[in-house]
């Protein structure tokens, strides 16, 4: 089944604590990238890559960094999380057509305390 | 800069009772307006990619149109299972207006 899985699924934390969340799709897309959806301000891109080594920022990089190794996967990193970064994160992938649809992942909430 | 706006924000209709959800958008250069559909804590579900002024798709009991300001999603005699939260987003990268919440009621 083509799919974009993420995990965890939910994570509490705490302040400064580093967290990883990994995604990974199995479409061989070359396109990947990370939102976050907050209440009120809707989804907003943090960072996406365009194939393996290729990265760049989204609307709301701050406090993020992204790595891209291997087609598959795109993992995101918050290495001194702070409450502001509570959300709702979702990974996507798709083909390198401007035209192709992004399929998302099912989410990862993270509430940052 | 590029903008996209949806209303209205909340809708809620009788089952059977047809509607349009507007989103209207400013972009340099349209390279496709994309409808997505969102259930509670889940993913964006990809629906719809209109290429230009003047086409239109459909898909069950929706339907998108795009014009050069503004893309409609209209749907006819909507079922509860349509409820959902309605998205339309501009460029490849996914620049999304909030989002229009459908609540479709038995």
């Known amino acids: 089944e083509a799919q974009v899985t993420q995990n965890p699924r939910y994570l509490i934390t705490v302040t400064g604590k580093k967290l990883t969340v990994t995604c990974s799709q199995n479409?061989?897309?070359?396109?990947m990238s990370w939102y976050r959806q907050d209440p009120g301000l809707g989804l907003r891109q943090i960072y996406y890559?365009?194939?393996?080594?290729?990265?760049d920022k989204g609307d709301v990089p701050e406090g993020y960094k992204v790595s891209r190794k291997e087609k598959r996967n795109f993992p995101l990193i918050l290495e001194s999380p702070s409450p502001n970064q509570t959300s709702l994160y979702f990974c996507?992938?798709?083909?390198?057509?401007?035209?192709?649809?992004?399929?998302f992942g099912p989410g990862t909430r993270l509430t940052v305390l | 800069e590029d903008q996209v706006t949806q209303s209205p924000e909340a809708l809620r209709l009788q089952e059977g009772e047809s509607s349009s959800l507007n989103c209207s958008y400013t972009v340099s250069g349209l390279r496709g307006l994309f409808w997505y559909r969102q259930d509670p804590g889940k993913g964006p579900e990809f629906l719809f990619t209109?290429?230009?002024a003047g086409e239109e798709k459909e898909k069950e009991r929706l339907k998108a149109t795009l014009t050069k300001k503004e893309s409609f999603l209209h749907i006819t005699a909507p079922k509860p299972e349509d409820s959902a939260t309605y998205l339309c987003a501009v460029r490849s990268e996914l620049i999304f207006g909030t989002g229009t919440l459908l609540a479709v009621q038995p």
């Open positions: 890559s365009m194939n393996v080594e290729v990265t």
């Open positions: 479409m061989n897309h070359e396109y």
């Open positions: 209109l290429y230009s």
């Open positions: 996507a992938s798709k083909g390198s057509s401007s035209y192709n649809e992004q399929f």
